[in-house]
Nanobody, 124 residues
Framework: QVQLVESGGGLVQAVGSLRLSCAAS????????MGWFRQTPGKEREFVAA????????DYAYSLKGRFTISRDNAKNTVYLQMNSLKPEDTAVYFC?????????????????WGQGTQVTVSS
């Protein structure tokens, strides 16, 4: 069983930055592909970024490339999402997810563990 706990969300003004963290339990964190998704009320969960177990491969939603950066520290069992130049439309609940079945994944269905989410609100 894998438990994921997100932190770092909050209220920020537009063009500001936030760094989200996701701490994972378990001794095999380095074997998990990790991802970040976000969701707003009434909409489906949206892919944000993904990183392979080693950190050598990353993938991003096209519209977020250049503003968001995913990284991981396997020694700390933690994955990060650095978000820069934030916009009001980035307001959402952000979830981290772990996949034990695929090397890197952009689809929510490929992830088998999810955190509870952290709220990010960007004011204009």
């Amino acid at each position: 069983q894998v438990q994921l706990v997100e932190s770092g969300g909050g209220l920020v003004q537009a063009v500001g930055s936030l760094r989200l963290s996701c701490a994972a339990s378990g001794r095999t964190f380095s074997r998990y592909a990790m991802g970040w998704f976000r969701q707003t009320p009434g909409k489906e969960r949206e892919f944000v970024a993904a990183i392979s177990w080693s950190g050598s491969d990353t993938d991003y939603a096209y519209s977020l490339k250049g503003r968001f950066t995913i990284s991981r520290d396997n020694a700390k069992n933690t994955v990060y999402l650095q978000m820069n130049s934030l916009k009001p439309e980035d307001t959402a609940v952000y979830f981290c997810a772990a996949s034990t079945v695929i090397t890197i994944a952009t689809m929510a269905g490929h992830y088998n563990y999810w955190g509870q989410g952290t709220q990010v609100t960007v004011s204009s």
